[in-house]
């Protein structure tokens, strides 16, 4: 073997030697084909969950609380209820004034059916016009005194339902307040004062009727022997007061 042929032949032994190895480097590289799934997300860059903070949970009750026992002024309820407290005047049975100041004061949950009579008697432009309403035990007393009758007063030892501030002594009026004609004028005592009265005049009849309609259909119950007085459904859940008219707010 000469010199020259070995030194021909190691040299092309080490060409091949470089370029297989550099073909097998580049094969290697060319099989990884990167898909849209292949990026990877650092745990430490990944965004971490927050909690939705739960805003109803020890959240206080804003909704008011109505008290249906509390006794309150009609005006406050519903204004365009006329207000004509016969016992703040002298213009009644007793024939004096008992009552220290003119107002109509019921129990809420009286009050507000009674401002509901009110609106649906405004659509055919007529309203309503109170006489009495919440009466203190200690005038009961007195009234049974001057007229001891419980078809028409009661009997202070049972309490009326005015003293428990759900009954109502009242009656109708036209769209300028004036009194419609009834059967009989306010605290008569006669028997054109009941209810079932057919006497006198036809109007005055049917604007009786008109009144206890409008009253009946929102809870009230006329008495059968006064046709302006009215008692609330579910009086009996009240007791009876004798509360100053002065502690009792106006609003």
């Not at 804003?62 to 009609?74: E, G, M």
């Not at 919440?134 to 009997?155: E, G, I, T």
């Not at 009326?160 to 005592?189: C, I, Q, W, Y």
Request: hydrophobic share 35%; glycine share 4%; net charge positive.
């Amino acid at each position: 073997m000469s010199y020259r042929w070995v030194k021909s032949n190691l040299f092309a032994v080490i060409i091949l030697l470089f370029t297989g190895g550099c073909h097998y480097s580049n094969s290697k590289q060319s099989n990884y084909q990167p898909t849209s799934d292949s990026t990877v997300v650092s745990p430490v860059s990944a965004p971490l969950p927050t909690a939705t903070p739960d805003t109803t949970r020890n959240k206080p009750n804003t909704t008011p609380i109505i008290n249906n026992a509390k006794l309150v002024d009609i005006q406050s309820v519903n204004k365009n209820i006329v207000v004509d407290i016969r016992y703040a005047t002298s213009n009644n049975f007793l024939k004096r004034k008992v009552y220290p100041e003119a107002r109509c004061i019921l129990r809420y949950r009286v009050a507000k059916k009674l401002a509901k009579v009110q609106e649906d008697l405004a659509k055919n432009q007529l309203g309503l016009k109170v006489y009495d309403c919440y009466r203190p035990l200690s005038v009961q007393k007195l009234m049974w005194q001057v007229k001891p009758d419980n078809r028409f007063v009661a009997n202070p030892a049972q309490g009326s339902r005015h003293n428990r501030g759900a009954a109502v002594d009242l009656t109708l009026v036209d769209s300028n307040g004036k009194e419609l004609e009834m059967p009989s004028e306010f605290d008569s005592f006669t028997p054109a004062s009941h209810r079932n009265y057919s006497g006198g005049n036809i109007q005055a009849l049917h604007n009786r009727q008109l009144l206890e309609n409008a009253m009946q259909k929102h809870g009230f119950i006329g008495l059968s022997t006064e046709w302006w007085h009215f008692d609330a459904s579910g009086w009996k859940d009240f007791p009876s007061l004798d509360v100053p008219f002065n502690q009792i707010p106006r609003s």
